[in-house]
């Protein structure tokens, strides 16, 4: 079954760093559309950032932008995001997602990326 799984959440204090990482089953799943999305309790599912493969172009919610940092690793078959700086308000599950198509990777909604992990949870203490 081809899957997308997350690591590195946990728990950190404001201004602190955390890596999160994604590595997937099969390594064309990260041939197209890469994402990061986060979903804060009680809070709609916010697209934190997104990375097109083939392009290279990328995209990042003002809220995060200056402080996270989307990459891959083809050899690896893992996408990952390094966030610093954090704060109260990144507090989330925090979801990797891959889609089919490799173009417009900031519109699509989460629902129209095919793999989909299950999340990891970072907390971020004041």
């Known amino acids: 079954q081809v899957q997308l799984m997350e690591s590195g959440g946990g728990s950190v204090q404001a201004g602190g760093s955390l890596r999160l990482s994604c590595v997937a089953s099969e390594g064309y799943i990260l041939n197209n559309c890469m994402a990061w999305f986060r979903q804060a309790p009680g809070k709609e599912r916010e697209r934190v950032a997104t990375?097109?493969?083939?392009?290279?172009?990328?995209y990042y919610a003002d809220s995060v932008k200056g402080r996270f940092t989307g990459s891959q690793d083809n050899a690896e078959n893992t996408m990952s995001l390094q966030m610093n700086r954090l704060q109260p308000e990144d507090t989330a599950m925090y979801y990797c997602a891959a889609a089919t198509i490799s173009w417009s990777c900031d519109a699509l909604s989460w629902e129209q990326y095919t793999y989909r992990g299950q999340g990891t949870q970072v907390t971020v203490s004041s």
């Open positions: 990375m097109a493969s083939v392009s290279g172009r990328t």
